[in-house]
C-alpha cells in the first residue's frame, strides 16, 4: 500500500493559470487551497477539484504556505505555484515514490520556465531546482515574506522529471510583481539588519545581468537570455535602492 499525498498551493487572483495547474494534480489524496482574499473566479475554479479551500488574511509567503502546510493531513507534501503544472512523468515517478520505500525525506524538482512564448535554458533558469516534495512531518517553511523555501529535516535527493513553471507572461506582468518582490526584499533585509553601501546600486545589478548572461550563458537564449538579464538587473537595483531608501526614512 502506498503512502498518501497532499498538494498544497496559495493563490490570489490566479483564475487564468490555476486550472491547469489543478487538473495536473487531481490524481492526489488531497489538494489544500490558501487564498488570500481572490475577487475573481479563482475560487470556483478550485471548488470543482477540492473542498479543502481557506481564505486568510495575507500574512507573506513563507508564512502563507506554513500555514497550508499546517493544513495537509498526509504522510507526503507536494507544494505547488498556481503557474505550475506537474508533467505526466513528474506524476510517475512521485507515484513510484509514494510506494516507497523512499531514498529521502526531501525531493529538489528541477523546473522547466516559460517566459514570453519561449522554454528558457540557460542564465540560471535551468534546471531551476526547488524543494517541492518532502515528508510533512519533515519538512518546514522559512519564515520569509519573499522568496520562501522548503527546508527539510533529513535526507535529500534531486529528481530528473521537470515541473513546469509558466512565468511572466508580458513584460508588464514582471515589472508589477518586481515591485512587489523588490520591496518585501528591501524589508527583509533591512531587518537582517543589512546596509546599502553606494556602490552596491551600480556593482550589484551589473554583476547579475553579467552572471545570468555571460557566465550562466543566457546568451544562448538570444533576445530572450537578454531581456532576463537586463530585467533581473533593474530587479536587484530596485532591490537596493529600496533598501537606501527605508535608511534615508529611518524606516520601513
Known amino acids: ?29 488531497e489538494i489544500v487551497v490558501c487564498d488570500s482574499g481572490s475577487t475573481d473566479e479563482t475560487l470556483a ?4 477539484y477540492t473542498d479543502r479551500i ?29 503557474d505550475e503544472r506537474v508533467t505526466p512523468a513528474l506524476e510517475r515517478r512521485v507515484r513510484q515514490i509514494l510506494e516507497g520505500p523512499a531514498e529521502a525525506e526531501g525531493y529538489y524538482i528541477p523546473r522547466q520556465n516559460y517566459f514570453l512564448g519561449r522554454w528558457i535554458r540557460h542564465g540560471g533558469w535551468y534546471p531551476d531546482y526547488v524543494l ?28 530528473a522529471e521537470a515541473l513546469e513553471h509558466y512565468t511572466y507572461d508580458s513584460i508588464a ?7 512587489r518582490y523588490s520591496t518585501l526584499a528591501a524589508e527583509e533585509m533591512q531587518r537582517a539588519g543589512v546596509r546599502c553601501r553606494p556602490w552596491e546600486l551600480m556593482v550589484r545589478p551589473l554583476a547579475r545581468s553579467f552572471k545570468m548572461y555571460v557566465l550562466q550563458q543566457g546568451y544562448r537564449d538570444g ?16 532591490k537596493y535602492v529600496k533598501l537606501w531608501e527605508l535608511e534615508a526614512k529611518g524606516g520601513p
Open 223 to 238: 533576445t530572450h537570455g537578454l531581456a532576463l538579464a537586463g530585467l533581473y538587473g533593474a530587479y536587484t537595483f530596485a
Open 132 to 159: 517541492r516534495l518532502f515528508r510533512r512531518e519533515r519538512g518546514r517553511f522559512r519564515e520569509r515574506a519573499v522568496h520562501e523555501a522548503v527546508e527539510v529535516n533529513g535526507r535529500t535527493a534531486y529528481l
Open 54 to 82: 481557506y481564505t486568510d488574511p495575507w500574512r507573506g509567503f513563507g508564512p502563507h504556505k506554513k500555514l497550508a502546510l499546517e493544513r495537509a493531513t498526509h504522510p507526503w507534501v507536494l507544494s505547488l505555484d498556481a
Open 173 to 179: 506582468a514582471y515589472l508589477a510583481r518586481m515591485d
Open 1 to 29: 500500500m502506498s503512502d498518501r499525498l497532499s498538494v498544497i498551493l496559495i493563490c490570489l487572483n490566479e483564475q487564468e493559470k490555476i486550472r491547469a495547474c489543478l487538473e495536473r494534480v487531481a490524481w492526489a489524496d
Open 45 to 48: 475554479i478550485c471548488r470543482q
